[in-house]
């Protein structure tokens, strides 16, 4: 019943809003989870942590865009995305959502820099300089992506993504291949960005640590996600 007053809001327009999920639930060969309510306000990060199997990325996918859940809705500017048509859910998608994944699909065989220039190129941006120092992978720009260590090309994925100015950012362990140390810079640099860019962000993590750099952080457990933080 509190969710449905949540939901109310949402008409009588909160617009720090950015996405709303109601009654989310899925399952593959297992029930993941049931009745998922979430609302990720502008500037806001939450971490969603839990256990290996227990859902984290199907949940992740579902709030992105990229999956259909079995039931309930993702709302993002007043309309459930699933319910919309294929072409404008595609548009938010490349426009709106920047969304990191583990397996980084930069374009190998092109330098970091064309990667960058290609994904600015697209969304109208320019390459943004004090992010790649940030990132502290300025000095490699020029290499190609082949040459690149495992935790150079994930911070320039990252970059390749906050690049494109989303509204929203949707990530699956971004700090996976990283040290401590930088994994800790990327937290940084991301909740820097949203901060400034009035931008949220969703992190799956099982870096409790790292969870921690987030506004709120959630447990995905027994089917439910309980509020931790
Ligand atoms: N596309 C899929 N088809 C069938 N089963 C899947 C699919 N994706 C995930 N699963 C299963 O759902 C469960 C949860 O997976 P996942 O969401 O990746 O968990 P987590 O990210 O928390 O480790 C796992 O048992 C996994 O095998
Ligand atoms: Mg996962």
């Not at 971490?47 to 859940?69: F, Q, R, V």
């Not at 220039?117 to 004090?130: P, R, V």
């Amino acid at each position: 019943m509190g969710e449905e007053n949540k939901t109310n809001s949402l008409v009588t327009g909160d617009d720090s809003i950015l996405i709303q999920a109601k009654n989310l639930s899925h399952e593959f060969d297992y029930k993941l989870f049931e009745n998922i309510n979430l609302n990720l306000h502008k500037k806001e990060s939450i971490a969603i942590i839990g256990m290996s199997g227990s859902g984290k990325s199907t949940l992740l996918n579902i709030l992105s865009s990229l999956l259909e859940p079995k039931s309930g809705e993702v709302v993002y500017n007043d309309k459930n995305i699933y319910s919309i048509k294929k072409k404008k859910l595609l548009n938010i998608r490349r426009e709106d959502f920047g969304i990191i994944f583990q397996a980084h699909y930069l374009f190998r065989g092109f330098s970091a820099n064309d990667n960058l220039k290609i994904a600015t190129l697209l969304s109208g941006n320019s390459i943004n300089e004090e992010l790649l120092k940030k990132l502290n992978i300025d000095f490699v720009i020029n290499q190609g992506v082949g040459e690149l260590s495992g935790g150079q090309q994930q911070r320039l994925s990252i970059a390749r993504v906050l690049m494109k100015k989303p509204k929203v950012i949707f990530a699956d362990e971004p700090t996976g291949n990283l040290d401590k140390e930088t994994a800790i810079t990327v937290m940084q640099a991301l909740n820097e960005y949203i901060k400034e860019n009035d931008a949220g962000m969703i992190l799956v993590t099982h870096e409790h640590d790292l969870a921690q750099l987030c506004d709120k952080v959630y447990k995905l457990e027994n089917l439910e996600l309980v509020e931790l933080k």
